[in-house]
């Protein structure tokens, strides 16, 4: 189904969402629309917060907003989804759009699988009838769906389509790019130099899959790092939890920009434990680029000060690899919490692998590894 088609036929003017790979398309299509405009489209930090920008829209406006998200997002809006908007509280209708990673019988990555599952059973926990889209479904059953979803939502209540794979087309290419001269996988290939045998924690997406690549190439085997699969925004909180139980040890966390944003609350957790073994990296290209290229709202924020304002006692941004390697080393060498953002530009190899290992032998392996340390 075309994207335009399925925005027509819901009849909302104003999205907010976070983007997947599984709905690119709609993004595409909303993005060549509309770009980033407050009053008709928001890229959010994460769906939670999503849910709480359409309830906002629907106060202001009495009219039905439409959130999309990847099914992983369920969960960050789960909070406002029962609470918020439900229709035992405040009664406001929503359209949600999800993508569906990992339906049962389609090959997808491990931390797809479980959530994949349960998709639609949440969906029908929190009172959200929902409908289906496949390749196969035409268009006249998603009019009728929607027919059918007009009478629930004036009833104060929330629906949503969930998208399989390859459901939704749109006929444009849209091009996602900066001025960054820095590229993630050699920032990352830096980063592996300085850091040596300590431990690395890196956030989910291309960042742990090149990770993982240049170990390879390497032939360092995976022992020294936690590759961060799913739970998008967490991994720096892992890495404190690391940190503060292994003091003699350097951790370091190579984090993204959007995985920064969608949980920024952990920088302030970090800032005021700060622990001095810890070196925190952020890959700052303003991009979802995992899931498409979309925007962040990073490309627009002082990350440097955030990170000074949080407590950490030392943050620079780099924007150079001779900066880039200055820092590195001084991190490497300082005792005390450090944080450096390095701006990186839009795009990756187009043969990036994935890792070959599991999550359970990735875990494993590391740890036997955290064990040999003092």
Known sequence: MKAERLTELIGSDFYTGIPDSQLKPLCDYLMDTYGIDPKYHLIAANEGNCVALAAGYHLATGKVPVVYMQNSGEGNAVNPAVSLISEEVYAIPVVFIIGWRGE????????????????????????????????????????????????????????????????????????????????????????VEYSGTDPVISTTGKASRELFEIR??????????????????????????????????????????????????????????????????????????????????????DLVGIAKACGYPYAVRVEHYEDLDRELEAARCRNGLSLIEAKCSIGSRGDLGRPTTTPLQNKNDFMDYLNTLE
């Open 104 to 191: 049962p019988g389609a090959v997808d990555e491990p931390q797809h699988i479980r959530q994949g599952r349960v998709t639609i059973r949440l969906l029908e926990d929190m009172g959200i009838k929902s409908f289906v889209i496949g390749c196969d479904t035409k268009e006249q059953e998603v009019t009728e769906a929607m027919e059918e979803f007009r009478k629930i939502l004036d009833m104060g209540r929330s629906v949503a389509f969930v998208i399989r794979k390859g459901a939704v087309s749109y006929g444009r290419k849209v091009d996602y790019r900066n001025e960054n001269r820095m590229t993630r996988e050699e920032v990352m290939k830096h980063i």
């Open 216 to 301: 390879e190439a390497k032939r360092q085997g995976h022992g020294y790092d936690f590759l961060t699969v799913g739970s998008m925004g967490h991994a720096s909180s892992a890495a404190l939890g690391i940190a503060i139980h292994k003091l003699e040890t350097k951790v370091w966390c190579v984090d993204g920009d959007g995985a920064v944003l969608m949980h920024m609350g952990a920088m302030a957790v970090i800032g005021a434990n700060a622990p001095e073994n810890m070196v925190h990296i952020i890959l700052n290209n303003g991009a979802h680029e995992t899931v498409g290229g979309m925007p962040t709202a990073a490309g627009k924020i």
